[in-house]
């Protein structure tokens, strides 16, 4: 397992899932720069090397990322 880890601003409860949908954005454009398809894409690497991703946080205590690969 791989985890990465901020001490940002967190990602409330209620879109913690929708955050791997593309082009799902919490905030505009405005306030955070991006398109939306960053955390889509490491979710489909994921999937296709038979892995998961998974988040872990609290808002405004930051936020953990946790990449399962398989052992083969």
Do not use: W
Request: overall charge negative; hydrophobic content about 35%.
């Amino acid at each position: 397992m791989i985890t990465f880890k901020d001490n940002g601003i967190g990602i409330p409860e209620q879109f913690q899932e929708q955050i791997f949908d593309m082009f799902k954005r919490l905030h505009n454009n405005t306030v955070y720069q991006g398109t939306g398809i960053g955390l889509a894409i490491c979710k489909k690497i994921m999937e296709l090397h038979d892995g998961t991703i998974h988040v872990k946080s609290n808002k405004n205590e930051g936020t953990t990322f946790m990449l399962e690969f398989p052992i083969t």
